[in-house]
């Protein structure tokens, strides 16, 4: 079942604004990770973040997490048309080797408009 | 480093006909997963392994088989492809305990009429 759900699913910004997509999963974890998937390619991994971190940064992006709400939102600043993706969260609940399974949300399509 | 490779890029099979998709790595990671992608419902855990001879199963195994007889390579078999099994498979690696980031093919394109 899936664990993350991004929020909006579809999301249409003006070149140069923000685009904040948000998060939530249901069970405990180890860390909370970030995908972008360009139309037809693989995924590419964004930004991760601990349970203990409430908030990381890299380059335009912005990772928060709340675990008191099971919520992580992904602001990315000054967005440019070749953000135009499909960006996903991930939860990995296991916290040691053995059973590893990363789990994914439905996705947030964003289109950043020249 | 070529990172994970699939292939093929594009399948088409008939119901019932079997076949395999390749994975492979050369970065020498320890745990390899396989993922389906179908429209709206995000990527789904198909079988994993975290190392050679280890194989586990995800959230939806049903109708597939995989291997791990070499840290480089992880095929997915289907045994007898079904109309539902149509979707884009991923193969995905990373390097074990404490690294976690994953890795992800370019995917292979299944059709199953």
């Known amino acids: 079942s899936q664990q993350g759900e991004e929020d909006p699913q579809a999301l249409s910004i003006q070149e140069g604004e923000n685009a904040t997509m948000n998060c939530s999963y249901k069970?405990?974890?180890?860390?909370l990770q970030w995908y972008r998937q360009n139309s037809g390619r693989g995924l590419v991994h964004l930004i991760l973040?601990?349970?203990?971190?409430r908030e990381k940064h890299s380059g335009r992006l912005r990772v928060t997490l709340d675990t008191s709400k099971k919520s992580s939102s992904l602001l990315i600043t000054a967005s440019r048309a070749a953000d135009t993706a499909s960006y996903f969260c991930?939860?990995?609940?296991?916290?040691?080797?053995?059973?590893?399974?990363?789990?994914f949300g439905k996705g947030t399509k964003l289109s950043v408009i020249p | 480093n070529a990172g994970v490779t699939q292939t093929p890029k594009f399948q088409v099979l008939k119901t019932g006909q079997s076949m395999t998709l390749q994975c492979a790595q050369d970065?020498?990671?320890?745990?390899m997963s396989w993922y389906r992608q179908d429209p709206g419902m995000g990527l789904r855990l198909i079988h994993y392994?975290?190392?050679?001879?280890?194989?586990d199963q995800g959230e939806v195994p049903n109708g597939y088989n995989v291997s791990r007889s070499t840290t480089e390579d992880f095929p997915l078999r289907l045994l007898s492809a079904a109309p539902s099994q149509t979707s884009v498979y991923f193969c995905?690696?990373?390097?074990?305990?404490?690294?976690?980031?994953?890795?992800f093919g370019p995917g292979t394109r299944l059709t199953v009429l």
């Open positions: 995905a690696s990373r390097g074990g305990l404490g690294e976690d980031t994953q890795y």
């Open positions: 069970t405990s974890i180890n860390n």
């Open positions: 973040i601990r349970s203990n971190e």
């Open positions: 991930a939860t990995d609940a296991n916290s040691g080797a053995g059973s590893y399974q990363l789990t």
């Open positions: 970065m020498n990671h320890e745990y």
């Open positions: 392994s975290v190392g050679a001879g280890i194989t």
